[in-house]
């Protein structure tokens, strides 16, 4: 059964950018270039009629392409150790609105609702258990705080398959979908 996510894909400047803050913690897995992506929503294994029917679902999504900026590092913890580092995003409503937008796709589609909280994020490293909470993951994060990017679209939405592997995931890009261009905004005009 294909384990699928949805997500939004960074441009190669932004990416690369991100790919500049790996290193420095030794025992984490880096993510590379193909795995970078801003997961909108992940819907874990299906069967082939029900991915159909979740493809069917996001192809009908009409949402502007949100116009984002990466503002800050953060972790991941469970049960007190840390498991993620990634790139944050500054607070956007348009991609929140393209993130509900897909969680009610997913839901026509069949799926449960989502019961977590969104957090937009890009992974980019995995540690595995026996990383603990060394100093080089404080480290790191200290160095990172300030991460900022310039502003940038994400103008695509993506289904991905993952792939699990000896080496961690692998993702492949298995249907793509256009976004309208960002809403341009609206000038407030006094008295009106």
């Known amino acids: 059964m294909p384990r699928l996510f949805v997500a939004l894909r960074p441009p190669p400047a932004i990416r690369e950018s991100l790919l500049a803050t790996t290193g420095g913690v030794p025992a984490a897995r880096w993510q590379d270039d193909a795995q970078l992506h801003c997961t909108l929503r992940f819907i874990g294994e299906?069967?082939?009629?029900?991915?159909?029917?979740?493809?069917?679902?996001?192809?009908?999504?009409?949402a502007p392409a949100p116009l984002v900026r990466i503002a800050g590092a953060g972790r991941f913890a469970h049960k007190g150790r840390t498991d993620t580092l990634w790139a944050g995003f500054a607070p956007s409503e348009a991609l929140h609105h393209v993130a509900r937008k897909v969680e009610q796709a997913c839901v026509r589609a069949g799926l449960p609702p989502e019961r977590r909280a969104y957090l937009p994020h890009v992974t980019l490293a995995r540690l595995p258990r026996s990383a603990g909470a060394g100093p080089e993951?404080?480290?790191?994060?200290?160095?990172?705080?300030?991460?900022?990017?310039?502003?940038?679209?994400?103008?695509?939405?993506?289904?991905?398959?993952?792939?699990?592997?000896?080496?961690?995931?692998?993702?492949?890009?298995?249907?793509?979908?256009?976004?309208?261009?960002?809403?341009?905004?609206?000038?407030?005009?006094?008295?009106?």
């Open 46 to 62: 299906v069967d082939r009629p029900q991915g159909e029917d979740i493809a069917a679902a996001l192809a009908g999504i009409y």
């Open 137 to 192: 993951i404080d480290g790191w994060l200290a160095v990172h705080a300030g991460l900022a990017s310039p502003a940038f679209t994400m103008p695509h939405l993506l289904l991905y398959e993952s792939h699990l592997g000896r080496g961690g995931a692998s993702y492949e890009p298995v249907a793509r979908w256009p976004l309208a261009p960002p809403a341009e905004p609206r000038a407030v005009v006094p008295g009106s």
